[in-house]
């Protein structure tokens, strides 16, 4: 057995759905166009950071000086499906990802654990755990170690897990087997585009950040356009209807990493009762959650424009 292989067999033993390898080239030209076009079309809204670090986020050796390989792992967070009950007081929905606790320092301890096991069965190496914060177009990695296919909602879909993907990486020095891309097998349905309560996603392939609900109720952190706060819906915290109407997701397996927290009581929220919270109430009931990211504030804005489209 050869160490990447070696590699994989332990990475998948920890928990990860899915791992592949790429060596550590840039990114293609391809994509360090779209990306910069996306970015001057002023998509990116105010996430300013995307701008920063250009050259990092598109080339993995200047993260790590030296760097060959880059290991790509992904987690399946698919929640298994809850039994609806009926609410006498209006709710407010919640993505699927932001039900479980923060996978990013999961992912990290997994990944140091796996970083660990590799320096144990190799001579020293350097390395850079990565999840989703470093500036590194991991979409794009990941497609180029086989993991899965950048669908028309703009996310990675693997044809066996579907597109409810967490992914982390480990830039190293040591040189590994590169694995080859898997064939695009998207559909073309446009179904993904058609769920899109907002527009943000079109059919040409291109994503307007600034209208996703995902980005109005966690990234904006500024008051929703009246034009799209209807169309909000009853979203609270994220939005997943467009990896819902893929047909991927519908022959999906549900998370199988029983480490990894699911708080099915998270899926809707009582919105008086989110209204009320104190700060310090927020903070304790939302513990290790990403729902503390965007603050209080912000998602009580939200809350109210929910309340207001459920009551039209």
Not at 111 to 137: E, G, H
Not at 281 to 289: P, W
């Amino acid at each position: 057995m050869t160490i990447t292989e070696r590699i994989k067999e332990k990475a998948l033993e920890l928990g990860f759905d899915l791992v592949g390898v790429t060596d550590a080239s840039p990114v293609g030209t391809e994509q360090v166009s779209r990306l910069i076009g996306w970015l001057d079309a002023g998509y990116a809204g105010r996430m300013t950071w995307l701008h920063s670090n250009l050259e990092k986020r598109t080339d993995p050796a200047k993260l790590l000086p030296g760097a060959k390989s880059v290991i790509v792992v992904a987690l399946n967070y698919k929640p298994a499906q809850q039994k609806t009950q009926a609410k006498t007081a209006p709710m407010g929905r919640v993505a699927q990802f932001a039900q479980y606790d923060d996978y990013h320092p999961f992912i990290k301890k997994m990944l140091r654990q796996l970083a660990d096991f590799i320096a144990s069965t190799t001579c020293p190496m350097q390395f850079k755990i990565c999840v989703d914060s470093t500036p590194l177009l991991e979409r794009a990695l990941a497609v180029r170690a086989g993991l899965g296919m950048i669908g028309k909602n703009r996310m990675l879909v693997n044809p066996r897990i579907g597109p409810q993907i967490f992914l982390g990486e480990i830039v190293t020095n040591i040189e590994l087997d590169p694995d080859k891309p898997l064939k695009d097998s998207c559909p073309g349905c446009g179904k993904c585009v058609a769920a899109c309560p907002t527009g943000a996603l079109k059919q040409d392939g291109s994503f307007d950040a600034t209208k996703c609900i995902s980005y109005l109720t966690i990234e904006a952190n500024t008051d929703v356009p009246a034009e799209l706060a209807p169309k909000i819906g009853n979203h609270l915290f994220g939005c997943a209807e467009c990896l819902m109407a893929c047909p991927y997701q519908q022959k999906a397996p549900t998370c199988a990493n029983k480490g990894f927290v699911h708080h099915p009581d998270r899926a809707e929220l009582n919105l008086n009762e989110f209204l009320n919270l104190t700060e310090e109430q927020f903070k304790i009931k939302f513990a290790r959650s990403p729902i503390l990211r965007p603050g209080l504030p912000h998602l009580k804005k939200i809350a109210q424009i929910c309340i207001q489209n459920l009551s039209a």
